[in-house]
């Protein structure tokens, strides 16, 4: 059963009534653009056809009370429910977009009954996607009058309630995704535009067989870097005589000339409090995360860490650019380019993605990489319509995990 019948029908089995609203929020992958969202850089994700739908209906009780087909967990949660306290995982998404509404619940609680095709933990953004399909099914439920960069907004801070320091990409494109095109997301002013893909090109996902879990080791490698490119950015900024008010990020000083040339006398590596020091600012400006202690001596490799942002930035431009003129060689030879930059420079990718990408790409695929945060979850591959099978093969045979065909698809929706 797809996920909106199958939650319709979760809800009636459980809570014996009618849903007032069904919303399904697709899992997107990003096609080229990785750990450059949080610094302010653009990205060029897509929507999949792959979601999470949730039903609702208000409830006099002040309570949440949720269940999933997936999660075993039903959860029954006191409206003002802190996010970060919930023992068990999905409720804290569910705390969290009740406090992210707040008053606008007016004290009534909701029944809540959520089912989902997209693999938990995959790097295909299940959370964010039981984030938005939740927003806007309350939405609609209570009647907010909720627009869609609203929607998305409120699902970012909902995400961060919810731990991950999270840059806005997976909320936005979940949020404004068309079929047939690919959305390319600017922050740094913020912008949003559609790139059509050409007809005769397929996407294939395949897991590393590794899961990329959002807790313990793989959040504080994400947040080290989210650090560490601020660290990087502050230097630069200082060396080139630039004034950032705020957070510093490699987008503010990405777009000045001598940027990229200045990357390379950066030091290998810099910890926070010495790059504060440096660059005479206070380090609060640069270790501002809310979930987990970060160690301000930590000596971290920000050269590298800045060399792969600016370039993946402009590997986006001309990912767009190929994408437009069809030409399919080159928008590979740029995702290979990625996965390179991702493995060497960033250090987030594993010794299975590295043999999934390879196997995606000796079967025929015209580029291949890992999307999302890394440290495990999915490779992404494009490739002529037609190969897409052998791609296939290859990567189940390569990881022994499911691999699949995505296709750019529409965005959040009621049911
Ligand atoms: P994944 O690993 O797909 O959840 C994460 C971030 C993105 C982005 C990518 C790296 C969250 C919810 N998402 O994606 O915003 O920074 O890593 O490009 O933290
Ligand atoms: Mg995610």
Redesign the pocket.
């Known amino acids: 059963m797809d996920p909106a019948a199958a939650a319709a029908a979760l809800f009636r089995s459980t809570f014996a009534a009618e849903p007032a609203a069904v919303a399904i929020a697709p899992g997107r992958v990003?096609l080229i653009?990785?750990?450059?969202?949080?610094n302010g850089l653009p990205?060029l994700p897509f929507a999949i056809g792959q979601s999470t739908a949730v039903a609702v209906a208000p409830s006099g009780a002040g309570l949440l009370e949720g269940v999933s087909r997936e999660f075993p967990e039903p959860a029954r949660l006191p409206l003002g429910a802190d996010p970060a306290a919930c023992p068990e995982p999905w409720h804290r998404y569910l705390a969290a977009a009740a406090a992210v509404l707040g008053p606008r619940l007016s004290g009534r609680g909701a029944r809540i009954a959520v089912a989902s095709d997209l693999p938990p933990a995959s790097?295909?953004?299940s959370?964010?996607a039981l984030t938005v399909a939740l927003l806007l099914a309350l939405d609609a439920a209570f009647g907010l009058g909720l627009d869609r960069a609203a929607l998305a907004a409120f699902a970012a801070q909902a995400?961060r309630l919810a731990g991950?320091?999270?840059?806005?990409?997976?909320q936005q494109v979940i949020a404004f995704a068309e079929a047939g095109a690919l959305l390319r997301i600017d922050f740094l002013p913020p912008a949003m535009r559609p790139v059509p893909v050409p007809a005769g090109w397929a996407f294939v996902v395949a897991s590393s067989g590794q899961p990329?879990p959002?807790g313990g080791a793989a959040r504080d490698a994400?947040n080290e870097r989210v650090v560490a490119t601020r660290i990087a950015a502050a230097l630069l900024a200082d060396m080139l005589g630039a004034e950032i008010e705020g957070t510093p990020l490699l987008g503010h000083v990405a777009a000045i000339d001598a940027a990229p040339v200045l990357v390379d006398e950066l030091p290998a590596r810099s910890s926070a409090r010495k790059a504060a020091a440096a660059a005479g600012i206070p380090l609060e400006r640069l270790v501002t995360l809310a979930a987990g202690a970060f160690d301000p001596d930590a000596q971290l490799p920000v050269r590298a860490y800045a060399r792969h942002v600016l370039a993946e930035a402009e590997r986006v431009d001309l990912a767009c650019a190929a994408v437009e003129a069809g030409d399919l060689a080159a928008l590979g030879e740029l995702m290979a380019a990625s996965h390179a930059s991702l493995r060497d420079d960033y250090r987030c990718s594993t010794p299975a993605l590295d043999a999934l990408v390879k196997a995606m790409t000796r079967a025929g695929a015209a580029g291949a990489r890992l999307?999302?945060?890394?440290f495990g979850?999915f490779a992404i591959a494009v490739c002529e319509r037609g190969r897409e099978q052998a791609v296939i093969g290859a990567a189940a045979a390569a990881a022994g995990g499911p691999a699949f065909e995505v296709a750019p698809s529409a965005g959040a929706r009621l049911a």
Do not use: I, P
């Not at 991950?164 to 997976?170: I, L, P, Q, V």
């Not at 999307?371 to 890394?374: K, W």
């Open positions: 990003n653009g990785e750990h450059t969202d949080y990205v790097g295909l953004s959370s964010s995400e991950a320091e999270t840059g806005g990409m997976d990329a959002k994400y999307t999302g945060a890394g979850g």
